[in-house]
């Protein structure tokens, strides 16, 4: 069964400093990736995906993320975080075969402390 | 260009109440999908429409219904309305209904949600 799984519920980091968010998948084939940010009220806005080609992607915001097909994993990251990145982060996995029915992971909630 | 845009934004209704969610996608766009997310919980795919069609059904009760319009616009509908279904109902839009390979074009973009609370 396809599955999302972000092993962290809640992360603090100081402004500025580095951040990594983990996300591992279960899924039958090679799966398309994504990074959904959620502000508080908001809808999901879509961070960056992953395809084909390139396992490093770049997103928007300063993001990033790696896929590594061995760990089954497409952890996102980002070199200085700022306060305006505190949120709930959502990785997603997706596959041609099933349209727009999305996996989605229970989500990261990111602090930001100054 | 207007986004995906959701209606209403926060409603009350109690159980066994109908509740009826409106989407319209962004212009172009022709597939509408709907997920619910629980409080503390990720989104989960209830429909996907594509050209007034049903591409897709997540594992959700009958009571769950949704149609898409001539003007790609959707509807969800939620018969007999019981307290677990209190959520942030999300729509999203895309320009087909399937992802294409290696494409950046073809993907989800959500609504900011209409937020049911049954009591």
């Known amino acids: 069964a396809q599955s999302v799984t972000q092993p962290d519920i809640h992360i603090t980091v100081s402004e500025g400093a580095s951040l990594e968010l983990r996300c591992n998948y279960s899924y039958g084939a090679t799966p398309y990736l994504f990074w959904y940010v959620q502000s508080p009220g908001q809808g999901l806005q879509l961070l960056l995906k992953?395809?084909?080609?390139?396992?490093l992607v770049q997103g928007i915001k300063g993001f990033e993320a790696e896929f590594k097909r061995s760990q089954s994993s497409f952890n996102l990251r980002k070199p200085s975080v700022h306060w305006s990145d505190a949120a709930e982060y959502f990785c997603a996995v997706g596959h041609a075969n099933t349209g727009n029915q999305f996996y989605f992971g229970t989500g990261t909630s990111l602090t930001v402390i100054p | 260009d207007a986004g995906v845009t959701q209606s209403p934004t926060h409603l009350i209704k109690t159980r066994g109440q109908h509740v009826t969610l409106r989407c319209s996608p962004i212009?172009?766009?022709?597939?509408v999908s709907w997920y619910q997310q629980v409080l503390g919980q990720g989104p989960q795919f209830i429909f996907q429409?594509?050209?007034?069609?049903?591409?897709g059904r997540g594992n959700f009760p009958d009571r769950f219904s949704a149609r898409q319009f001539p003007n790609y616009s959707s509807e969800l509908n939620v018969n007999a309305l019981l307290l677990g279904d209190s959520a942030l109902y999300l729509c999203?839009?895309?320009?087909?209904?399937?992802?294409?390979?290696?494409?950046?074009?073809?993907?989800?973009?959500f609504g900011a949600g209409s937020r049911l609370t049954v009591l």
């Open positions: 992953y395809f084909s080609g390139d396992t």
């Open positions: 999203a839009s895309s320009w087909d209904g399937q992802l294409l390979l290696s494409s950046g074009a073809n993907v989800l973009t």
């Open positions: 429409y594509y050209e007034k069609e049903e591409r």
């Open positions: 212009s172009g766009h022709k597939s």
